[in-house]
């Protein structure tokens, strides 16, 4: 990011930077909706597409897959291009990715739509955050950081609930469509408000890989997979999942909405607090948290209980911990690699979403054995990922 250049005219032009990020926000909060809006109706997708449902949360697992392999290749191929027009690109590409599947006619045509997404969501992301650093004053990187990042985390707390509501008056179709507008919307103010940046010289991927050379980056990272995975076991497969605690398709997106604000919640409180108790420690309780929050869910679907009030506190937990993972996996990474911290945030980003991609195709596995063995399985893996830390928490410091 320290690489990318810029204009006298567009250096003169900082301060107002910060305000110009929020359209970077809104594209990442796009971005963030169109990973995970397919859990607030993947049932009547099934129905639709005439897939079962276990077939039809394959969509989510190919976007996650498709971010996760694709980020470092198109970090590479595009590094020389301008940001502005590499993100109004990436945001056009997402709009039509998600127009096509909106009207895809077969369950093998949306699953192409999706891999096209994920390239264009790959493309997007990082990038946007390299150039938030670039349109404003070094003592102003970190908030601009902060703004972008927020997009996808406020995606999660709203963006999903909001696409299930759609999707619940409008169908499925339409809350597709509508993440395509949402796309549109942010390509015009990109291309409208953001000032011209250059791209920055090119980092071979061979180098960007060679980081997994360095074995204290090698033990902690696959935490990340593991982390996430157990994390979203159930998520793609939230309403039937839900159903089973006696929460109607109507009250799904509530449910959602409380998993998101917990997400937020966690992501914020884990920066603040890994920095004072380390993220040994932060992860620790995260993982606790997480298997606690899932255990629970499934002795109530297996028992048959009705506790409308405990599954929302239970799913606000399950949010928390699984997003508080991300600013302390990031600090363990820099503290291994303090010299390539750019690289091993960007494998971080793509551990998260292969993580996502392993636990969604386990919760197909485990689905059609019922909520239970599901909720089961992210319990277990949970507790596994706890294990892990703990046999690699002196391969860095807390």
Same mark, same amino acid.
């Given at each position: ?21 929020? *359209? ?46 694709? #980020? ?24 039509v990715a998600n127009l096509g599947s909106a009207l895809a006619p077969t369950f093998s045509i949306l699953l192409l739509t999706r891999v096209l997404a994920a390239v264009a969501a790959a493309a997007f992301t990082p990038n946007a955050g ?21 997009? %996808?985390? *406020?995606?999660?707390? %709203? ?6 509501? %759609?999707? @619940? ?7 597709l469509a509508g993440v395509a507008a949402l796309c549109l919307l942010a390509a015009a103010g990109v291309a409208a408000w953001v000032p011209f940046v250059p791209g920055s010289p090119g980092v071979p991927l061979t180098t960007r890989l ?19 995975? !157990? ?38 409180? #884990? ?5 004072? /108790? ?22 109530? !679907? ?15 937990? /399950?949010?928390? !911990?699984?997003?508080? @993972?991300?600013?302390? @996996?990031?600090?363990?990474l820099i503290g291994a690699a303090p010299q390539e911290s750019g690289l091993v945030v960007a494998l971080n980003a793509s551990g998260i979403y292969l993580g996502i991609g392993v636990g969604t195709l386990l919760g197909g596995f485990s ?17 596994? !990922? ?13």
């Amino acid at each position: 990011m320290s690489n990318v250049l810029i204009t006298s005219r567009e250096a003169n032009d900082r301060s107002n930077g910060l305000r110009r990020t929020l *359209i970077l926000a809104l594209g990442t909060f796009a971005v963030g909706t169109d990973a995970f809006v397919l859990a607030g109706f993947l049932p009547d997708l099934a129905a639709g597409l005439e897939v079962s449902t276990a077939t039809a949360g394959s969509a989510v697992t190919v976007f996650a897959a498709g971010y996760a392999l694709g #980020s470092p290749v198109l970090a590479t191929v595009t590094a020389r291009v301008p940001r502005r027009a590499l993100l109004v690109t990436a945001l056009l590409v997402l709009a039509v990715a998600n127009l096509g599947s909106a009207l895809a006619p077969t369950f093998s045509i949306l699953l192409l739509t999706r891999v096209l997404a994920a390239v264009a969501a790959a493309a997007f992301t990082p990038n946007a955050g390299a150039l938030a650093s670039a349109l404003v004053r070094p003592d102003a990187r970190a908030r601009a950081l902060a703004v972008v990042v927020g997009g %996808l985390t *406020i995606a999660t707390a %709203l963006g999903v609930p909001l696409g299930d509501a %759609l999707g @619940q008056l409008l169908g499925w179709r339409s809350a597709l469509a509508g993440v395509a507008a949402l796309c549109l919307l942010a390509a015009a103010g990109v291309a409208a408000w953001v000032p011209f940046v250059p791209g920055s010289p090119g980092v071979p991927l061979t180098t960007r890989l060679s980081v997994l050379r360095n074995r204290t980056v090698a033990k902690v990272l696959p935490l990340t997979v593991l982390g996430m995975g !157990a994390a979203y076991v159930v998520y793609a497969y939230a309403v039937p999942a839900l159903g089973a605690l006696g929460i109607g398709a109507s009250s799904t997106a509530w449910v959602l909405c409380l998993y998101g604000i917990g997400a937020v919640a966690g992501n914020l409180v #884990s920066g603040y607090v890994t920095d004072r /108790w380390g993220a040994t420690r932060v992860l620790t309780i995260g993982y606790l948290t997480m298997a606690t929050a899932l255990g629970v869910m499934g002795v109530l !679907a297996a028992t048959g209980t009705r506790a409308p009030l405990l599954v929302g506190a239970l799913a606000a937990a /399950w949010g928390a !911990a699984s997003w508080c @993972q991300t600013p302390a @996996q990031q600090h363990r990474l820099i503290g291994a690699a303090p010299q390539e911290s750019g690289l091993v945030v960007a494998l971080n980003a793509s551990g998260i979403y292969l993580g996502i991609g392993v636990g969604t195709l386990l919760g197909g596995f485990s689905i059609d054995h019922g909520p239970t063995t599901m909720f089961a399985t992210g319990t277990v893996l949970a507790v596994i !990922a706890l294990a892990y830390l703990r046999v690699t928490a002196t391969a860095t410091r807390p």
